[in-house]
């Protein structure tokens, strides 16, 4: 009986990672791990070494050595992907991969903020979690700036915390505008960053979730939401991102340091731990749903949420391609392997259930 390959779809700079022996993001031995487990080969390519007229891809297996080699191979009956694909002729090249037989989940990982809000607040259930969003434009911030007194103004797509700006009330007259530790004052005219971002198609504006702090900086968290072994959601992890000192950021790539989310309710004695993390794993298995239904291979994806003050969970994005570098830096090593661990779970799930598997 022979050993199913699997297939993980990686772009360039990770795909060379694993040619030469350098970890950029993945941590390829995870997947080898988990693979062994379930009795099945990793085979790691990029779009380009997919060759759907002869069936066959161009991948790189671990050998015996333990060096990656180039292999010629069938194409793997499931493949979990973990590219980012942005032009047209790449999304219809995995539409073709599809309608050939091949089932790739998170095929589907690029989606505006402002879309995702839509789909999720036509739940009433879920809407009490999202903060007001709307499409960048002057009309739209003078509308937001009479509703509520801190904003954030942000791409509409991923940008690792750079590009988003805050704008808070003083009082009556006076509001500012931060971008980055840069502040400016304004009352009616608006400050250049502000006119330019608010006008632009590429923005969406957002009420100011007023988040919780640790050691006087606010907190989110990434969630880890992924398809497991029997085929359903689970919440495989939660760590907290605290922004730097003076950031109203808390993104990594921004400075912000990550820790066990006990850790930081743990400090906090307003905040119950047990009661957080049930409403945080209700409203992420909620949501996901909701996201599927509008995307039917999502699989595997790493949700920003806020906590208020009082710990309400408070929905900030979807990353549909969760690096899930996170988990690593607070050290939660076993939460950080089981998100990787958990998709491949999914994949033997998947083969099994098509009678693909052997
Ligand atoms: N509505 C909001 N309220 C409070 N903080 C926010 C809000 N939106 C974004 N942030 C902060 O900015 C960070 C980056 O925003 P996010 O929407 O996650 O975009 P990205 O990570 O793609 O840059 C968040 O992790 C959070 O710390
Ligand atoms: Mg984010």
Redesign the pocket.
């Known amino acids: 009986m022979s050993v199913p390959y699997i297939g993980i779809l990686v772009d360039g700079l990770i795909y060379s990672g694993i040619k030469h022996g350098v970890p950029y993001f993945e941590r390829i031995h995870f997947y080898e791990a988990a693979c062994k487990k379930h009795h099945l080969i990793p085979c790691y390519f990029r779009l380009k070494d997919l060759n759907i007229e002869t069936g066959q891809v161009n991948g790189l297996v671990k050998g015996n050595n333990g060096k990656y080699e180039l292999k010629d191979l069938q194409i793997p009956a499931v493949i979990h992907n973990r590219g980012l694909f942005f032009n047209n002729s790449s999304k219809e090249k995995l539409k073709r991969l599809q309608r050939s037989g091949v089932m790739i989940f998170n095929d589907w990982n690029r989606y505006g903020?402002l879309m995702v809000h839509q789909i999720l607040n036509r739940d009433e259930d879920l809407s009490r979690h999202l903060?007001e969003?709307r499409k960048a434009s002057l009309e739209n911030l003078k509308e937001m700036m009479e509703k509520h007194n801190?904003?954030?103004i942000?791409?509409n797509?991923?940008?690792?915390?750079?590009?988003?700006i805050?704008i808070k009330r003083i009082d009556n007259e006076q509001w500012t505008v931060t971008s980055h530790q840069q502040r400016w004052p304004f009352t009616d005219k608006l400050p250049d960053i502000l006119q330019k971002k608010a006008s632009s198609k590429y923005y969406i504006i957002?009420?100011?979730?007023?988040?919780a702090k640790s050691e006087g900086s606010?907190?989110?968290l990434r969630v880890s939401v992924q398809k497991n072994g029997t085929g359903e959601w689970q919440v495989t992890g939660i760590v907290g991102?605290v922004?730097k000192k003076g950031s109203?950021?808390?993104?990594v790539?921004?400075g912000?340091t990550c820790r066990p989310l006990w850790e930081i309710v743990g400090g906090i004695p307003e905040l119950d731990y047990d009661m957080i993390y049930k409403q945080i794993e209700e409203f992420s298995l909620q949501a996901v749903k909701e996201l599927e239904s509008h995307f039917p291979s999502l699989a595997d994806v790493g949700l920003?949420i806020?906590l208020t003050e009082d710990g309400f969970p408070?929905f900030?994005?979807c990353?549909g391609r969760d690096l899930r570098i996170t988990f690593g830096k607070a050290k939660m090593m076993d939460v950080w392997k089981a998100t990787y661990t958990t998709p491949i779970s999914y994949a033997r799930y998947l083969l099994d259930s098509k009678g693909k598997g052997e």
């Open positions: 903020k903060p969003t801190e904003l954030i942000k791409p797509s991923g940008s690792l915390g750079g590009g988003v805050l957002q009420q100011r979730i007023p988040l606010p907190f989110d991102k922004a109203y950021v808390t993104n790539a921004q912000g920003d806020g408070m900030i994005e990353n």
